[in-house]
């Protein structure tokens, strides 16, 4: 039994890890100007942070239904079933390609879309362990099902330095309610039903920082967790050494990639978690 697993490129999955899963990643697109770059593999993410120092205000695009009817149409050659994983509708047209996809085309093995109804490695950690499950010779149906019950039992907490660039890139939502007050204060915003809702704000990152921390230990029945970051690695690693040390598991680390940077900007830090039950 082949299933192929297929994300896109806001999961925010370690390269590693994408390839030794064998995951396929469809990008989105990063817009400077004039020119369009797949994110992650046209322009890299250090120089996407570099570039958006600059006076040049980036867009994203999703991928187009074409991006994912060749995918699926290269996958569906050598596959009995694929499982296609994406960021939530209600903040990205991706699901909406994917979906145009399947109805378009005429593929050789049946495909499952699935609504993370979250983001960056929110969305990664069910990508992963979706792609375990395919490797281990789990059928379609059961890896489908496994993921839907991990929508409801995964959960982000991202520290933004500045909500500007979620605002300009129209991605704020029930969030805006803070823009009044963010001179001077650090926001924190979970995804509920598909988009962002703020939880608190701080007066530094190190409060915040702290919130993150605290949002893991106060979770029950915690299994997996993964700690993003922009541009402050050494934050994201001594955060996650603390997690993993107070929950004696392995903790992901990974980056926030041009993608959702776009939106997130320099300086953000998220936690995702998820849990058994």
Not at 102 to 122: V, Y
Not at 193 to 212: D, I, N, Y
Request: with cysteine; hydrophobic share 40%.
């Amino acid at each position: 039994m082949t299933i192929r697993i297929v994300t896109d490129n806001t999961a925010d999955i370690p390269p590693h890890l994408v390839d030794e899963l064998g995951i396929t990643v469809v990008p989105s697109y990063v817009i400077f100007g004039s020119a369009s770059y797949r994110g992650g593999v046209d322009l890299t993410t250090e120089e996407f942070y570099k570039r958006l120092q600059g006076p040049v205000l980036p867009t994203t695009s999703q991928p187009t239904p074409q991006d994912f009817v060749a995918a699926y149409s290269w996958l569906a050659k050598s596959a009995d079933g694929i499982l296609s994983i994406h960021i939530s509708s209600k903040l990205s047209g991706t699901l909406n390609s994917a979906e145009q996809a399947k109805k378009s085309g005429n593929f050789e093995c049946p495909i499952e879309i699935i609504d993370s109804k979250n983001l960056t490695m929110a969305l990664g950690l069910m990508v992963i362990a979706a792609a375990k499950m395919a490797n281990a010779g789990k059928e379609l149906s059961e890896i489908a099902t496994a993921v839907r019950n991990m929508v409801v039992n995964t959960r982000l907490l991202i520290l933004f330095d500045t909500l500007e660039y979620l605002y300009k890139g129209g991605r704020i939502g029930k969030a805006k309610s803070l823009m009044g007050s963010i001179l001077n204060v650090k926001p924190l915003l979970t995804v509920k039903e598909g988009e962002f809702v703020p939880v608190t704000q701080v007066h530094s990152r190190t409060k915040g920082k702290e919130k993150l921390f605290e949002f893991v230990q106060n979770t029950p029945d915690v299994e997996e967790v993964a700690v993003v970051y922009a541009t402050l690695p050494e934050e994201a690693n001594d955060l996650a050494a603390r997690i993993a040390a107070g929950h004696k598991i392995g903790v992901t680390n990974s980056r926030i990639g041009p993608v959702l940077g776009v939106h997130s900007g320099p300086g953000a830090l998220a936690v995702a978690l998820r849990t058994s039950g």
